[in-house]
């Protein structure tokens, strides 16, 4: 079974950081790309950023771009998302996802941010920017 487990959410002031942690099983890790999701409260899903886990090769989405970094940790299979200077509009559940194989992102991109090229999704982790 593919599995995804997002973790360290939490409760975080205007301009502090946080760093999310999503370990995975259940797939060749070094030959897929995973993605980090978020969705605010009554707004769509948002994508953020992925790696492919092959080579590092990253992707963001741009108005997150310089904020927020993703890595890897593939002898860990884990997946990490530092986010910097939060602002209260950050605030949502944030989700990992497992790209399908075979996906090629637009635009050349390294992997996708499009919803529908996720195999599986872990569940989410709260995230909440106090002002």
């Known amino acids: 079974d593919v599995q995804l487990q997002a973790s360290g959410g939490g409760l975080v002031q205007v301009g502090g950081s946080l760093r999310l942690s999503c370990t995975a099983s259940?797939?060749?890790?070094?030959?897929?790309?995973v993605s980090w999701f978020r969705q605010a409260p009554g707004k769509a899903f948002e994508g953020i950023s992925c790696?492919?886990?092959?080579?590092?090769?990253?992707h963001y989405t741009d108005s997150l771009r310089g904020r927020f970094t993703i890595s890897s940790d593939n002898a860990k299979r884990t997946v990490y998302l530092q986010m910097n200077n939060l602002k209260p509009e950050d605030t949502a559940v944030y989700y990992c996802?497992?790209?399908?194989?075979?996906?090629?992102?637009?635009?050349?991109?390294?992997?996708?941010?499009?919803?529908?090229?996720?195999?599986?999704w872990g569940k989410g982790t709260q995230v909440t920017v106090s002002s």
């Open positions: 996802a497992v790209q399908k194989p075979g996906i090629i992102a637009a635009m050349d991109a390294a992997c996708s941010l499009y919803y529908y090229s996720m195999e599986s």
């Open positions: 259940g797939f060749d890790f070094g030959e897929r790309a």
């Open positions: 790696i492919r886990a092959s080579d590092g090769g990253t």
